[in-house]
């Protein structure tokens, strides 16, 4: 699977939107970008994923560029419960494989 | 009960107790997995089963031991445990191990060897 690449951490103020980018240049065009959340001391909370169009859920946005090699994930207005650990992942769909968590980008939404 | 359940959520065990942490998924899930997470570090897979059977074992020792009676039930029997395996162990389910949607995780079990 491919490796991304986080920035180690970032702040939001609260009620603004949270644009948490990824970088994933080595992307296959089998493998998709999954992103979960982790708050402290629970199990990752899967978020969102997608294979080349954006998507959006109750949760999140996720925009990705056009040749693949970059995403964003968008919280579009953050609160402070949104504050944790956020994971992108990619990943090919086929049986056998797994999903491998990095360090992720550690976001503190500030009242 | 909905979602991913793991018991108990702490465990306190000395070095030569033998103890199991339990897993059950309400999700109609057919495959399930052991993940560790150590402090600062990483989550790191160790056991997955598809269809009750193991597929993987991430070269985890074996003082663990995983054991999966049916689809809804995954069991991580622990034997003579040193202080390094103090971490949060976490449980996860998915709708084949194809996964399109992703894993549900439990909320975990906060391990502590003494």
């Known amino acids: 699977d491919a490796k991304t690449t986080q920035p180690t951490s970032m702040d939001c103020a609260e009620g603004r939107a949270a644009n948490l980018p990824c970088n994933h240049s080595?992307?296959?065009?089998?493998?998709?970008v999954y992103w979960y959340r982790q708050i402290h001391s629970q199990g990752p909370q899967y978020i969102i994923h997608?294979?080349?169009n954006n998507e959006t859920n109750e949760m999140a946005s996720l925009i990705i560029t056009e040749d693949r090699k970059s995403s964003t994930l968008i919280l579009p207005h953050a609160t402070l419960r949104d504050t944790a650990v956020y994971y992108c992942?990619?990943?090919?769909?086929?049986?056998?494989?797994?999903?491998?968590f990095g360090t992720g980008t550690s976001l503190t939404v500030i009242p | 009960e909905t979602g991913v359940t793991q018991t108990p959520r702490h465990l306190v065990m000395g070095m030569t107790n033998k103890k199991s942490l339990k897993c059950e998924q309400h999700?109609?899930?057919?495959?399930m997995y052991w993940y560790k997470q150590s402090a600062k570090k990483p989550l790191e897979l160790m056991f997955v089963?598809?269809?009750?059977?193991?597929?993987e074992n991430n070269s985890v020792p074996s003082r663990f031991s995983p054991e999966c009676p049916n689809s809804s039930h995954l069991f991580l029997h622990l034997h003579t445990l040193q202080p390094e395996d103090s971490a949060l162990y976490l449980c996860?389910?998915?709708?084949?191990?194809?996964?399109?949607?992703?894993?549900?995780f439990g909320s975990g079990t906060r391990l502590t060897v003494v």
């Open positions: 996860a389910s998915s709708q084949g191990a194809v996964a399109n949607y992703g894993y549900t």
């Open positions: 080595t992307i296959s065009g089998n493998e998709y």
């Open positions: 997608g294979l080349k």
């Open positions: 992942i990619v990943r090919a769909s086929n049986t056998g494989n797994q999903f491998y």
């Open positions: 999700l109609g899930h057919n495959a």
């Open positions: 089963y598809n269809f009750k059977e193991q597929t």
